[in-house]
């Protein structure tokens, strides 16, 4: 794989959402309303969704390999639930294919992940989009109930690690709502920093391809990340490259003002900058009048 340059806009690819939530909420109808979807069933619930889509109802791990290259004919695979599939199937294939597994959880979930992480790359390479749904866990965080994804410890780890959005489906003001930030009572993950999404109703126009809009706007604001990076460090060098040459106290003070034109993030870091190469050239800031000016 070629290297990507830092000032490279990266190509659009695949992402991973997970949704989770309590029964009920309809996290399976709508993950299905996705673009060109496969339900891979570990929980036997596929009939309970609004609408049906193709299934592949598995019954073990060998059940989803097996149908790895037939997977590859759609544009997004959803799997139901992720807690059977890692929990359950990965974790009873491991034990299958080296029995002393059973008895060592550490090394046994090593090879768990591994087989895992190399189903989902493969399933990216082909260009799908993966939603993996849960169900909600309640836990006690001190007299508050923190909600998360229903998976074991390494397994929930794994799968907020590779998600780009992590969702809870839930009722607020008698609405579903999808609420991506984290907060303190629930589990949550934003890379594309969306909004709360309510759910439409099943029998409205939107509906049919609610899933394959936040898929789409996931994208969309990755891409975006992708250029506005691109353009801060295209400006951070022509900042340095004006930093260089300056010489008296007006020229170090223009490089002081336009770090606000960086993301934030950049600022303090070229402020530093400014500062050293300032020192170096024996000029002193002055707090009061806000400006360079030679030391005394």
Not at 65 to 91: F, H, P
Not at 115 to 132: E, H
Not at 179 to 184: I, N, R
Not at 206 to 220: H, L, N, Q, R, Y
Request: contains cysteine; negative net charge.
């Amino acid at each position: 794989m070629a290297i990507i340059k830092k000032n490279d806009v990266t190509p659009e690819r695949p992402v991973i959402i997970v949704l989770y939530g309590t029964p009920g909420t309809g996290k399976t109808s709508v993950s299905t309303t996705a673009e060109n979807p496969v339900l891979v069933d570990t929980d036997r619930g596929f009939d309970r969704a609004v609408q049906r889509v193709d299934t592949l109802v598995a019954n073990n791990w060998q059940d989803i390999t097996n149908e790895t290259n037939t997977l590859k004919g759609y544009k997004t695979i959803v799997v139901d639930t992720a807690k059977a599939m890692l929990d359950d199937y990965l974790s009873a294939y491991a034990v299958q294919q080296d029995p002393k597994l059973a008895y060592n959880s550490l090394k046994r979930f090593g090879r768990m992940a591994d087989d895992f992480k190399l189903f989902v790359n493969t399933i990216r390479n082909s260009g799908a989009d993966l939603i993996f749904i849960c169900h909600d866990k309640e836990e006690k965080d001190g007299d508050n109930t923190k909600h998360s994804p229903d998976c074991t410890g390494q397994s929930k780890d794994l799968l907020i690690r590779i998600a780009d959005q992590v969702g809870y489906v839930c009722k607020e003001n008698g609405k579903r709502v999808i609420k991506f930030e984290p907060q303190d009572c629930f589990v949550g993950k934003n890379v594309a920093k969306l909004d709360t999404k309510e759910v439409p109703d099943c029998t409205s126009e939107e509906f049919p391809t609610f899933m394959a809009g936040i898929v789409s706007d996931v994208k969309k604001a990755i891409q975006s990340n992708s250029e506005a990076t691109k353009a801060a460090n295209e400006l951070l060098v022509s900042l340095r490259d004006d930093l260089d040459a300056a010489l008296n106290p007006e020229d170090f003070d223009a490089c002081l003002e336009a770090r606000m034109k960086l993301p934030a993030v950049y600022r303090k870091a070229f402020a530093a900058e400014v500062n050293k190469k300032a020192k170096a050239k024996g000029l002193t800031y002055n707090k009061e009048e806000n400006k360079y000016q030679a030391a005394a």
